[in-house]
């Protein structure tokens, strides 16, 4: 269990790098047979935070709770693979509730906070930035061509 479940928080160690995150409370673990949930603490810090949840298995639903027990979210997917954004005023913490989405509830899962950058820029970002830095390139060329007339 504790190679699988160390491929799992790995994978999701990646998603979090990948987006410019640093991980928080770091999570592996399996139902067993006669269990129909789990509950969990999850740190948070002020700002940007995000819940990733990986399966090998089966998707699951969960639920997030503030610290004062208050439902903030309930997320049922049929993905494996999960991320759910929230934010925090300061030094905080959850509690995620666990549920199998399938019969199968004996496979691993993974959960992991993380906090902080979120960039996640993809094809439509990278293209945005490249025409910024065209536009910034074509302006500079401008201004020394004027500079240059002016001076000669």
């Known amino acids: 269990m504790r190679i699988a479940g160390n491929k799992l928080l790995q994978s999701i160690l990646e998603d979090i790098s990948d987006n410019f995150q640093k991980p928080q409370t770091q999570i592996s673990d399996k139902f067993l047979r006669h269990e129909s949930s789990r509950t969990y603490r999850l740190n948070l810090k002020s700002g940007k935070n995000s819940i990733y949840i990986s399966s090998d298995r089966t998707p699951f ?6 610290q004062n027990k208050k439902l903030m979210a309930y997320v049922d997917s049929v993905q ?3 991320r759910f954004n929230i934010n925090s005023r300061g030094q905080d913490f959850c509690f995620i509730k666990i ?12 959960i ?3 906090y902080g950058g979120l960039l996640s820029f993809g094809a439509w970002g990278v293209f945005k930035i490249l025409i910024a830095a065209l536009v910034l390139l074509v302006s500079i060329s401008l201004l020394a061509y004027i500079v240059i007339r002016i001076m000669g």
């Open 99 to 110: 549920y199998p989405s399938s019969p199968k509830k004996e496979g691993l899962f993974a």
């Open 112 to 114: 992991v906070s993380a």
């Open 61 to 66: 639903a969960f639920e997030l709770y503030s």
């Open 80 to 82: 494996k693979t999960q």
